[in-house]
């Protein structure tokens, strides 16, 4: 009896002693993750990036590496200098839809401020309300983009400008009668001797005004750019450990970085679908060059949560599908990585920076709280008075 008794004892006070234990590792690690949080925090929102731990970095992506931070100043081309009337010229431009061939859309049709400068649909339609094959691309912060368009077929932003018009599935008209139609409208005359010095209108002038315009939409300042500017209490843990893992165990900054987040570069980040009815040979279409086949531009991440659906062809939403693909390394079905175009065999071959990320459901939505603090609100646009 008494025996049976001091066994009951030992296995109270062992389960009492192991239960402590687990109970102070658990705080132990509570503290640890906790400490680890804020140190990371300090250092992050030190406004030094020179403090910030080391990211984890691909050798093949250091050549084109800058550090993510804020973005710089806008640098307008000698050759089309800022001014307040060449914007405003520009803004009236890119809201006429005179410059299509229904009269009917405008480049505001598909790049609404409302919409993040974008449409937010997964293709966009133009011209008799016809399918493009891509999705729309914001126009906000282009000025720090080294070319135009998913594939950059666009040298500048002056050139681009007159490939929307020229289009047949967006708005089909040809840039010399588009030019035409405006300058049969009274009302552009002041416009334009305001912006250029005279009168005349030429298709040269209208690209160089919608270029100044499209200059001017910079993202203003992020909870990322305060945050890293010392409002450190700004972010939650979890964006504190988003932006963390973004430039370590996730790797996004071998491609997504500096103030634009993004390297200006073309990649393949596996979405290609060769051989199926979504194809898209991407940036080959440009060079021609077998290397190219599947590249994508690396799109800019701010504003990202604002201008969904997201990808070359919108084929993901919500964002989370996007973490989720690179968590799983990009995975591209075996069907679907090779063609034959015009007769050449092609190959798509993912970029060997993606690699199997392994990230944790948590880890996940703390990547996606991050990519949050990248996006600003809505800014309130007036629209222009059209001449007439
Ligand atoms: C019918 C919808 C539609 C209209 C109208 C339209 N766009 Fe676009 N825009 C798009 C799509 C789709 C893309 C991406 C196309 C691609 O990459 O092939 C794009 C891409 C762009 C880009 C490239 C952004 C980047 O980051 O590379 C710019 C700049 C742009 N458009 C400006 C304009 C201007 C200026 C006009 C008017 C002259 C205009 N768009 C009219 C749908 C449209
Ligand atoms: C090897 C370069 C590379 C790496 C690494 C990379 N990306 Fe990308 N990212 C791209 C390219 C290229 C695209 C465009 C692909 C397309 O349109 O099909 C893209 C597209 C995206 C988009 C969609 C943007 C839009 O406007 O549609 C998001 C979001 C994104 N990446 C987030 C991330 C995150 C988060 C990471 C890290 C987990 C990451 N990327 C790592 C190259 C990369």
């Known amino acids: 009896m ?30 640890q993750k906790q400490s680890f949080i804020n140190k990371i925090r300090k250092l992050y929102s ?118 929307p018009i020229e289009d047949q599935k967006e708005m089909n008209e040809h840039i010399d009668i588009a030019t035409e139609k405006i300058a049969k409208i009274k009302g552009y005359e002041e416009l334009f001797e305001k912006a250029f010095g005279s009168k005349s209108i030429t298709k040269d002038k209208i ?39 973004f430039r370590t165990k996730a790797q996004c900054m071998n491609c997504h970085n500096s103030g634009y987040f993004s390297n200006n570069q073309f990649e393949n980040d596996g979405t290609s679908l060769l051989g199926s009815k979504q194809q898209d040979l991407g940036r080959y279409l440009v060079t021609k060059d077998p290397k190219d086949v599947g590249k994508f531009r690396v799109p800019s991440l701010r504003e990202v949560t604002r201008t969904g659906p997201w990808m070359h062809n919108g084929a993901f939403t ?13 995975p591209e079905p075996p069907k679907k990585k090779s063609t034959v175009h015009e007769g050449v065999n092609l190959t798509s071959q993912k970029s060997e920076m993606l690699k199997f990320l392994d990230l944790s459901s948590q880890e996940i939505t703390q990547l996606e709280a991050f990519l949050h603090t990248l996006s600003t609100r809505n800014q309130r646009i007036t629209p222009p008075v059209l001449p007439k």
């Open 2 to 31: 008494t025996n049976a008794l001091s066994w009951t004892l030992i296995v109270i006070v062992s389960v009492f002693l192991l239960n402590n234990c687990i109970q102070s590792n658990i705080r132990t690690k509570v503290y």
């Open 46 to 163: 030190s406004g030094d990036s020179s403090k910030w731990p080391t990211p984890i970095l691909d050798p093949m992506a250091v050549p084109h590496f800058a550090e993510i931070g804020h973005l710089p100043k806008v640098e307008f081309p000698a050759d089309n200098p800022y001014s307040v009337d060449k914007a405003l010229l520009g803004k009236t431009l890119f809201y006429d839809p005179r410059l299509s061939g229904s009269n009917q859309i405008a480049c505001a049709s598909c790049h609404d401020p409302e919409l993040g400068w974008t449409d937010n649909k997964t293709l966009s339609f133009g011209h008799d309300r016809q399918l493009g094959s891509r999705n729309a691309m914001t126009i906000m912060n282009i000025a720090f983009a080294k070319s135009l368009f998913w594939d950059g077929r666009a040298e500048s932003i002056e050139k681009q400008s007159h490939m």
């Open 207 to 245: 690209g160089k005004a919608i270029a100044t315009f499209e200059r001017t939409l910079i993202s203003p300042q992020s909870k990322f750019d305060k945050f890293i500017d010392g409002q450190s209490a700004l972010y939650s843990d979890d964006e504190v450990i988003g932006l963390h893992l």
């Open 318 to 330: 919500p964002l989370r599908d996007v973490l989720t693909f690179y968590s799983n390394g990009n």
